[in-house]
């Protein structure tokens, strides 16, 4: 008698396994997500004849072999261009400007090499007339319409494209398994088949991945593990500015952005986001300060505004957007403790214009600085910036970086810089000549020097 296939149940944001089935996950602890799966009995046959262990002495050097996919931007995010045999999932929002700019990426690098563009969510009559208004018209891009993922593979095998684009993965299914496309089995089964075929065939494959609801990549965590190159698409889609950020980079660093912005004919790099996030800044408007984050090895300076008003009810408001709410509370509970300044019975907004999310300690200080000035309706300096890193006790607290951080500033011609004095002993001596730096230790002396 034939055994009848085990039945249990995965999470699809964590991978927790379970007999029964439940409506919240015990490790994750997320809502509705569990998925039926099966386990089928294995006819393969394992032959160790076939593998060839080497010690690692006999492994030659390897030199990276690297595509220039002639978007300045995105090649900074991938570790300076994209490698051969490497696979690359690219996520974001729904209409964030995901296949926009991989289809940007095909009429540079079909230029020189042959680009497969696989596209299971489009018709080929779509694909073009979006190709139409973004300007792409390479000869050498070839579009295939399919959501088979075993025919897509024997595509690439016989025909040998030198790049290879799958959009999207949750589209892409393998006829022999017997779930849904998009279904935790599917996606890992196919990412698996893809990245097998890209390690051997020595193609750099780059793949779509769809987000939930909460933001995070669809699909199993698995996912993630099995590619070199997980880069995140970031931006609100009613602003022009897109943020390209790499979590996961086994070729480059893992902090590095991308900065674009989205036009009529596409997605368009911007080469200096410091300028373009600062030159809305109004003159003469309390609550607004110019903050110095890094973003990878680039310094970048962004707009930080708040406002502090009385409030109209009994429990005041807080919002945040941009920058952490937990640590917008407990810059203000620090604010009433050891500064003085009140302000428990006021609604408290803090945003970060441009749609930047910066999330570093050394943004403590801008933040406070312009909390102070909205609560008390004094105008800081429009050619000061400031960064530094506030602790429970009131104290301004050094930051990584801090000469990297002031050339920027100097470079766009500010004139003034509030950072702890800690930093300032360690800067060179020419660097002070050409922007007033100084020093502090609290957050009333800052603030007096803001607005100086």
């Not at 600062?278 to 970048?300: F, L, T």
């Amino acid at each position: 008698m034939a055994q009848k296939n085990k039945t249990y149940y995965v999470c699809s944001v964590c991978g927790y396994k379970t007999p029964k089935w439940a409506g919240k996950c015990p490790e994750c602890n997320e809502w509705d997500t569990f998925a039926e799966q099966s386990d089928e009995p294995s006819s393969v046959k394992y032959d160790i004849g076939s593998l060839k262990p080497m010690k690692l002495s006999e492994i030659g050097e390897f030199t990276e072999h690297r595509y220039d996919t002639g978007i300045s931007e995105l090649n900074r995010v991938l570790g300076n261009g994209l490698v051969k045999g490497s696979v690359v999932l690219l996520s974001g929002d729904p209409g964030i400007g995901k296949s926009t700019l991989l289809l940007q990426t095909t009429e540079s690098l079909g230029k020189s090499k042959s680009v497969l563009y696989v596209s299971g969510e489009e018709s080929a009559h779509q694909l073009k007339l979006r190709a139409d208004r973004i300007g792409v018209s390479s000869e050498n891009l070839t579009v295939l319409c399919d959501t088979d993922a075993v025919a897509v593979c024997a595509y690439v095998e016989k025909f040998l494209p030198e790049v290879v684009i799958i959009d999207s993965i949750q589209t892409m299914a393998i006829k022999e398994i017997s779930s849904l496309a998009g279904s935790i089995t599917q996606v890992r089964e196919c990412a698996n088949l893809f990245m097998r075929y890209a390690k051997t065939l020595n193609i750099p494959i780059i793949i779509v991945g769809h987000v939930n609801k909460d933001g995070n990549i669809a699909g199993p965590k698995v996912l993630e593990h099995i590619v070199d190159c997980v880069l995140y698409f970031e931006g609100e889609k009613n602003l022009s500015y897109r943020i390209l950020r790499a979590v996961k980079n086994r070729y480059g660093s893992t902090n590095e952005i991308g900065v674009f912005e989205m036009k009529d004919r596409g997605l368009s790099e911007v080469k200096n986001p410091s300028q373009a996030l600062i030159s809305g800044k109004p003159k003469n408007v309390s609550g607004s300060c110019i903050a110095s984050v890094m973003e990878g090895s680039r310094p970048i300076l962004a707009e930080v505004q708040g406002l502090v008003c009385q409030s109209g009810f009994g429990n005041p408001r807080r919002v945040s957007t941009g920058f952490d709410y937990n640590r917008m509370s407990l810059l203000v509970a620090v604010l009433e403790k050891r500064a003085g300044y009140f302000m428990g019975n006021c609604d408290i907004f803090v945003n970060v214009a441009g749609g930047l999310k910066i999330d570093e300690p050394a943004s403590d200080l801008p933040v406070a600085i312009t909390l102070i000035s909205s609560l008390k309706d004094e105008v800081i300096r429009d050619d000061c910036i400031s960064f530094g890193e506030i602790g429970l006790a009131g104290e301004i607290r050094s930051v990584s970086f801090a000469e990297i951080r002031i050339r920027e500033a100097i470079r766009l011609g500010f004139k003034k810089c509030i950072i702890s004095e800690h930093n300032l002993n360690e800067l060179p001596n020419e660097l002070k000549e050409n922007i007033e730096i100084v020093g502090v230790n609290n957050i009333r002396s800052a603030y007096i020097e803001a607005v100086k």
